[in-house]
């Protein structure tokens, strides 16, 4: 196992790629595109950059950008 190849597979899960509008992000949370749900990014101490707690999607994902605007 990889991590390109959990990222590729991860890319083909994508359930919503925008926001939804029902949705309010509370402080410090994200929408996580893989999850479909709001989650707070959590910092992973190895790779330097924050991660989605449940599927441990980059916040440097192309989609996880998108959907949060950043
Ligand atoms: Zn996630």
Known sequence: MNLFGISKENAKKVKNKVLPKNIRLKDK???CPYCSCPVIFQKDKNLGTKRCPLCSIS???????????L
């Not at 916040?59 to 605007?69: A, E, F």
Request: glycine share 0%; net charge positive.
């Open 29 to 31: 949370q994200l929408w």
């Open 59 to 69: 916040i440097r994902d192309y989609w996880v950008k998108k959907v949060n605007k």
